[in-house]
């Protein structure tokens, strides 16, 4: 998190008071300005051996090739430099009733309490043995905000994965125990939760036999339950709305019995 808060970010917003604000890290900004200063180099030194091959009438597949080269690397190069200057100012700013997304010179502002969808996409590197995540919102005005949430995108991405989860999780858990008190089941992709216990499809678990559910690092949100060591549901991430919402719920729900 920025220990020095924008002065402009302290002024009144209909948000409410500025917490925090995540912005691009130098090592992205940097990444994608040099990766186009190089691409267009070498496209230009292509386009150099393609004239020079052109000159000495060295054959008409070596002057297409180097040329071919040569234009799709400067192509490259421009489009890595273009989304440097798009993304170099690019910021996450949170407040206490929301947050406002800067990027590519458009922002989008959603209220917590106004966030209908948070959806979690979990990308496993084999290699580091860790997962990174990427959240989409969506709100109740239909605007969408996509986060990338792997390291080295934005500034401490762990911590505003944490604030968002919270915020969001937190509001949405009072919508839902509204709804359970007066008799009606709360959706959760093609789960159902009730005061009884949850369905998936004809299958109906009781809070009684609910155990734990998780994410796992494949992308599959599972359920067990106390009595088998097998999954009762598993799920495709993509198919569960509000996941950290369900979990909180069920952990409430499944405490009480």
């Given at each position: 998190m920025s220990n020095v808060m924008n002065q402009s970010a302290n002024l009144s917003s209909p948000l409410g008071t500025f917490v925090a604000k995540f912005g691009a890290t130098k090592a992205r900004s940097k990444g994608n300005l040099w990766s186009g200063i190089v691409f267009?180099?070498?496209?230009?030194?292509?386009?150099?051996?393609?004239?020079l091959a052109a000159v000495s009438e060295t054959g008409s597949s070596v002057v297409g090739f180097c040329g071919g080269v040569g234009l799709l690397?400067?192509?490259?190069?421009?489009?890595?430099?273009?989304?440097?200057?798009?993304e170099k100012d690019m910021a996450v700013q949170v407040y206490q009733d929301g947050l406002t997304m800067h990027k590519n010179g458009r922002s989008t502002t959603m209220r917590w309490d106004e966030i209908q969808?948070?959806?979690?996409?979990?990308?496993?590197?084999?290699?580091?043995?860790?997962s990174f995540y990427n959240y989409t919102l969506k709100d109740t005005h239909?605007?969408?905000?996509?986060?990338?949430?792997?390291?080295?995108?934005?500034e401490n991405p762990d911590q505003l994965a944490r604030t968002i989860q919270q915020e969001v999780t937190r509001r949405q858990l009072a919508h839902a125990f509204t709804k359970l008190n007066a008799g009606m089941?709360?959706?959760?992709?093609?789960?159902?939760?009730t005061t009884d216990g949850i369905m998936n499809g004809r299958s109906h678990l009781p809070w009684?036999?609910?155990?734990?559910?998780?994410?796992t690092y494949k992308?599959?949100?599972?359920?067990?339950?106390?009595?088998s060591t097998k999954t009762w549901a598993r799920i495709e991430m993509q198919k569960m709305a509000n996941l950290f919402t369900f979990l909180a719920l069920a952990d409430q729900l499944s405490g009480q019995r």
């Open positions: 267009i180099v070498f496209g230009v030194i292509g386009l150099l051996v393609g004239v690397s400067i192509a490259g190069g421009s489009w890595a430099i273009w989304t440097h200057r798009q969808n948070l959806d979690v996409i979990v990308t496993y590197n084999r290699q580091i043995r860790a239909g605007q969408t905000m996509r986060l990338n949430l792997t390291p080295g995108n934005l089941a709360v959706e959760f992709g093609p789960l159902s939760v009684s036999k609910f155990k734990e559910a998780r994410l992308g599959y949100f599972r359920i067990w339950t106390r009595d």
